[in-house]
């Protein structure tokens, strides 16, 4: 067994196809097929099931997958502290990230790892929180970024910031301050999927103050905050978001917050890692960069009406 039939696995196992896995490591297919070949013979396993159109794991490969990740990022880690007078990080970082960090986390973190590691590449892909559990967990990414905590023998969970939740609407709309739930009534909410942990915070937020969740019953759903904004400032409906995203948007198109009597939702975003999983340099590094980064600052409500 070598690290090139290990690489040949795993790109095989993320691409679901040997020619994709062969242009990822500018190798030729039957290369990649020999490698493949070569491991389940020695493993006496198979490790894909293939088929005409793509192949999958068995679960052999799926069992087999962490440890190959996990050799290959000590090979990296190993070659990265024996290299250390080159004091040079190369490799990827494949983040899963909500919305929240996304917007007012990650373009700062980035920046300024990229100053010392210039050789480093981002690959981030923006998801409701229940699929990036299920990136983090099926080691798809390397690390997620999400508001929930979660708690459990796979994951390890680091609080990174809090945020609050505020409500929106449409310059135009008759809303202003603090209104109450009533209010809402002839108001079409454009709210997020089931899957988004932003709803849950919602959900269970109103459950706690004894409001009828039906109330701001979801007429829109969708988990893309861009088409949210367009919506609210075109004064299709209402919905709701991180005051820190809000801060970003609030000059510059028709939107404006109130606040619903009753409803103070604060939100914690977490760094996700799983504990079977060996990081990279490049990851631990960027992971620790996180953890000391400097809070998003969330002006106080009196500030955003100035």
Do not use: W
């Amino acid at each position: 067994m070598d690290f090139r039939q290990l690489e040949a696995f795993v790109n095989v196992a993320k691409y679901k196809n040997f020619s994709k896995a062969g242009k990822a490591l500018y190798l030729s297919q039957p290369t990649i097929s020999l490698h493949i070949s070569n491991l389940e013979k020695e493993l006496s396993v198979s490790l894909f099931d293939r088929t005409s159109k793509e192949v999958n794991l068995t679960p052999s490969g799926k069992e087999f997958l962490t440890y190959a990740l996990d050799m290959i990022n000590m090979k990296n880690k190993a070659l990265h502290h024996i290299m250390s007078t080159e004091n040079t990080i190369t490799g990827s970082i494949h983040i899963s990230t909500s919305t929240t960090p996304n917007l007012v986390l990650l373009p700062r973190a980035i920046k300024a790892f990229q100053l010392m590691n210039p050789d480093v590449k981002f690959i981030i892909e923006e998801k409701s929180s229940t699929l990036i559990l299920e990136d983090v967990c099926s080691l798809n990414s390397d690390i997620g970024l999400v508001g929930m905590k979660v708690e459990n023998d796979r994951f390890l969970s680091t609080h990174l910031f809090d945020d609050e939740l505020v409500f929106i609407c449409s310059k135009d709309a008759p809303l202003n301050g603090v209104v109450e739930i009533k209010d809402l009534a002839g108001h079409n909410f454009i709210g997020r999927t089931d899957q988004s942990a932003t709803r849950v915070d919602l959900e269970r937020a109103m459950v706690e103050q004894g409001i009828d969740v039906s109330m701001l019953e979801n007429i829109i759903e969708i988990d893309n905050m861009n088409l949210t904004l367009q919506l609210v400032a075109e004064n299709v409906g209402i919905s709701y978001m991180s005051k820190s995203i809000f801060n970003c948007y609030r000059n510059f198109i028709n939107i404006k917050d109130f606040q619903i009597r009753g409803l103070n939702i604060t939100r914690h975003i977490y760094l996700l890692t799983n504990r079977r999983r060996t990081l990279s340099p490049a990851v631990e590094d960027f992971v620790e960069l996180l953890k000391t980064m400097e809070k998003p600052v969330i002006l106080p409500l009196d500030d955003l009406h100035e």
